[in-house]
């Protein structure tokens, strides 16, 4: 696919020494960058690295401060974000940029309405919405049929037929599978390679490398606000790729000490939940990882909520060291037991509020005299987690929305070291991070479990639970198997579980 | 992708279109009404003139609500209402009592010395005109601020609340303006339902106005870019500016109409009242529009919503206040069953959708 001829035809799109800082802070020092039509980029480099600043810059939100881009070899320097929408360069975002209300065909249609006589031509917009849901495959649809009516996947679809009815030249999809399931990433893997041959250039920002080398004919990487590396994804491996992102070789990502199990701290017995789970038993002891593996849907965080009493537990018993029953979260809490919720962005944190504030949110006691909090005093408690831990930022008191993703679940982990549980639920506690924090995490989990604390991860990055875990269990369809040690396991009969096709 | 091949059948379509959400409104109003019919003796609720009277009563409700309705289909809120139907109301009456050459005319003075006495014709309709661009205007300055400033429209529209207020007051030197009487304006309600019978109208002429303020408005939102762009606007504003909405100028707009649609609510308060301009007429109007909207379907967080809803919020509130009134009810028990309507009827509508979706 990526022409090997002497004289390359004129690039889609190329960014020459792109730089932007924003105060102090150098964003982007200098990204040179370029893609062919019929080309799928991708764009890889831990958070933090300027992805999103360059983003930002191709989608007109920001303005560079200095460097060139070109699209076409014509100058493209958008001022605004509708700019980059009119010359052709569509951005679907993680966070779906769609008006739930509308119809599918309006909000392909969105700002480019079919009128007649200055009225909406209601058949017009059907005709050109339905061209460009059968492009992306969603021909079986109604078009009238609201966007908040559809799954995840499906508005993800709506979003590229907006970008293909406005005859996109440039398309980049930002973490587009992240909360897609596996059937669904191989239709948009599908619907990608049909754009690339219709000579969209398609860039393609992904933590999973393994999509990378799936999908990517070329990538580049960026560290530091800095391109520092591009190469044909066919001829590079995977962990070629992470050395240049973080500057270093990963030899020891998964960092897993000799450990001794201690007491049993945790004793599930059938437990089942208000849908999910159905069944689900397990035992977890004091200095013990225990993973939990399965499909998207398969009810692995339908247990850890009934577990933590987010949900209602319709049968079975759970114990808790020496209590036994259910318990509301704020109990658990004084149980010592604390969740990281999957979805730090609605459940986990509270982004308006600041560091300090979320670290000691479930932790308020002891902060101040009485029943007291002293701000000064909630401040100190922080610092020894942000230099522990570590957590890149200004201070305990600077806002968390301003943090970087990994950074922000830092400080949601941080929230559970702080209140010094000693069960810790993690539910994909490295979903839509960089590898260099999540290199932190699992230092972190490593390190606690041999204080003697008990962890409980549910996550469905496979690599992640066989390099942290020391036994595994699988849920599918809301039965949870027994646990697997980890020696005894691989991704192949991980997957084998997950799908149903054995039982262990 | 799991494209679900398989239609929904057909209750389930009919239960999530749009025409289920008016049907179970109807209901609600015909649950409310045959309460009180069923309640009220010797069967005076449902004469002929009792439902007439019903209709005239939710006429301002309902034409302010027609523009409070777009208001919160575009996720915003406007609680200038009343004062802008009391601006428009003064303005009227102001107009209407001007005096020839030196201007103030006294009550009681020479009814040939005023401007109205000389221009039979022109003057109502200028007192028209007036009323109802000082709401129009009144509405563009809270776009504006909207807009232009970039504030939060529950403290624009609190702030012009008060300012819209004192200025009503101010041009009636905070007194109730007496204009002459027997202006057609004055009848436009027909207030006092003694006027000669109605040979082919059927109906007060406000309550005509209201009718086709519902039609072109329900046009406008279905069949105008402008219509779909406000429910873009409140769904999801940041799409709406990336796809090139011109979301400025569809907010701008949206309060624009809503202070129009106030100003002629004014005109038919101003009848209501007995052709007196009262300027502190409407107070509390915006509550009472905006429960009238939510009662419609339409929802605070935007993007949901329709003018046919809000008239049918507005009857039901109306319903329940004549009814309560005839029924013998005291004012705080009105006041109380008509609180509790609103939260029953937002709470029956999640339950609905949660069920439907």
């Known amino acids: 696919m990526p022409p090997a001829s002497q004289t390359p035809p004129t690039p889609r799109l190329q960014m020459r020494a792109v730089r932007k800082r924003f105060g102090a802070t150098q964003a982007l020092s200098g990204v040179t960058l370029t893609v062919a039509p019929g080309e799928v980029m991708a764009l890889v480099g831990e958070n933090g690295a300027g992805k999103s600043t360059l983003m930002k ?68 917009m059907r005709r050109r919405a339905s061209a460009a849901m059968r492009e992306v495959g969603l021909a079986t649809l109604d078009a009238a049929t609201p966007v908040h009516r559809l799954a995840i996947a499906q508005q993800q679809l709506v979003e590229i037929a907006r970008a293909v009815a406005l005859e996109c030249r440039v398309l980049v999809l930002d973490e587009p599978t992240s909360s897609l399931t596996r059937h669904d990433i191989a239709t948009l893997f599908d619907l990608i390679r049909r754009l690339r041959r219709q000579g969209i250039a398609v860039i393609y920002i992904s933590h999973f490398l393994e999509e990378v080398q799936q999908i990517a004919d070329r990538f580049t990487v960026l560290r530091d606000g ?106 658990r809490w004084t149980q010592r037991v604390g969740m990281l919720s999957e979805d730090r962005k609605r459940e986990g944190l509270a982004l308006n509020l600041s ?102 991860i549910v996550s469905s990055y496979l690599p992640e639970l066989l390099g942290v875990c020391d036994r595994i269990a699988v849920m599918c369809r809301g039965r949870l198997s027994t646990a697997l040690a980890r020696q005894d396991c691989t991704e192949h009969r991980l997957m084998e579980l997950a799908t149903g096709q054995e039982t262990a | 992708m799991s494209t679900d091949p398989h239609r929904p059948g057909l ?15 109807l209901v609600a109003l015909l649950l409310v009404f045959g309460f009180f019919a069923a309640m009220v003796d010797g069967g005076k609720f449902y004469t002929p003139r009792n439902l007439e009277n019903l209709l005239r009563q939710s006429a301002v409700y309902g034409t302010a609500g027609l523009g409070m309705t777009l208001v919160i289909i575009a996720a915003g809120i406007d609680l200038s209402v009343g004062s802008m139907i009391a601006l428009s109301v003064v303005a009227v009456s102001w107009v209407l009592n001007l005096g020839v050459g030196t201007g103030a005319a006294t009550i009681g003075g020479d009814a040939a010395a005023y401007f109205v006495s000389q221009h039979p014709v022109l003057a109502p309709l200028l007192a028209c005109l007036a009323g109802v661009a000082a709401a129009t205007a009144a509405g563009l300055a809270n776009g504006s601020l909207i807009v232009g400033l970039r504030l939060a429209p529950f403290i624009v529209t609190l702030g012009t609340m008060g300012i819209v207020r004192g200025l009503a007051k101010g041009l009636a030197h ?72 011109p979301v400025g100028r569809t907010k701008l707009m949206v309060y624009a109409l809503c202070g129009f649609f106030c100003g002629v609510a004014g005109l038919m308060q101003f009848s209501y009242l007995g052709a007196i301009g009262q300027p502190v007429t409407g107070a509390m109007y915006e509550l009472f529009v905006i429960a009238a909207v939510i009662i419609g379907g339409a929802s605070f967080r935007g993007g949901e919503g329709s003018v046919l809803g809000t008239l049918i919020g507005a009857l039901i509130i109306t319903v329940l206040y004549a009814g309560g009134q005839q029924m013998g009810w005291p004012k705080w028990v009105q006041e109380m069953v008509i609180g509790g309507i609103i939260i029953l009827a937002v709470a029956l509508d999640r339950l609905r959708h949660r069920r439907a979706t």
Request: proline residues 6%; glycine residues 10%.
């Open chain 1, 355 to 456: 560091i300090a504030d979320n670290i000691t949110l479930a932790s308020l006691s002891g902060l101040g005299p009485g029943r007291l909090v002293r701000p000064s005093r909630q401040q100190r408690a922080c610092l020894p987690w942000i230099e522990k831990i570590p957590i890149k930022c200004a201070g305990p008191t600077q806002r968390l929305g301003d943090l970087s993703g990994g950074n922000q679940q830092k400080v949601a982990l941080a929230r559970l070291l702080h209140a010094d549980v000693d069960l810790l639920l993690l539910d994909e506690p490295t979903r839509g991070i960089d590898v260099g924090s999540k290199a932190h995490i699992y230092r972190l989990i490593d390190e606690l479990t041999r204080q003697g604390k008990a962890v409980l």
């Open chain 2, 11 to 25: 209750f389930t379509r009919l239960a999530r279109s749009a025409w289920a959400d008016i049907l179970a409104r």
């Open chain 1, 226 to 331: 800095e391109s520092v590396g591009t190469g044909v994804t066919a001829e590079t491996s995977s962990a070629q790729i992470i050395a240049l992102m973080v500057g270093r070789t990963v030899n020891d990502l998964y960092p897993h000490t000799a450990r001794t199990p201690g007491p049993l701290l945790l004793d599930l017995q059938d437990l089942a939940g208000r849908d999910k789970p159905v069944q689900a038993s397990l035992q977890l002891h004091r200095g013990e990882v225990l993973g939990v593996a399965g499909l998207i849907g398969a009810g692995r965080t339908e247990m850890l909520r009934a577990l933590f009493g987010l949900d209602p537990v319709r049968r079975g018993t759970i114990r808790v060291g020496l209590v036994q029953g259910v318990a509301s979260p704020a109990q």
């Open chain 1, 57 to 124: 810059v191709l989608s007109g939100a920001h303005l560079a401060d200095d460097g060139e881009m070109f699209l076409d070899g014509q100058p493209y320097r958008p001022r605004h974000p509708l700019d980059a929408r009119r010359a052709g360069v569509a951005m679907i975002y993680q966070e779906l940029s769609l008006a739930p209300h509308l119809s599918v065909m309006e909000n392909i249609l969105l700002g480019v309405e079919s009128t007649r006589g200055g009225l909406i031509d209601w058949s017009a």
């Open chain 2, 174 to 245: 905070e007194r109730d303006i007496y204009p002459p009487e027997g202006t057609w304006i004055g009848a436009l309600m027909d207030p006092t339902l003694t006027s000669k019978p109605r040979s082919w109208t059927l109906l007060p002429t406000g309550v005509w106005i209201l009718m086709a303020g519902v039609i072109l408005m329900a046009f406008i939102l279905r069949y105008t870019r402008f219509g779909r762009h406000v429910y873009a606007v409140g769904s999801n504003e940041e799409t709406a500016r990336l796809c090139g909405v």
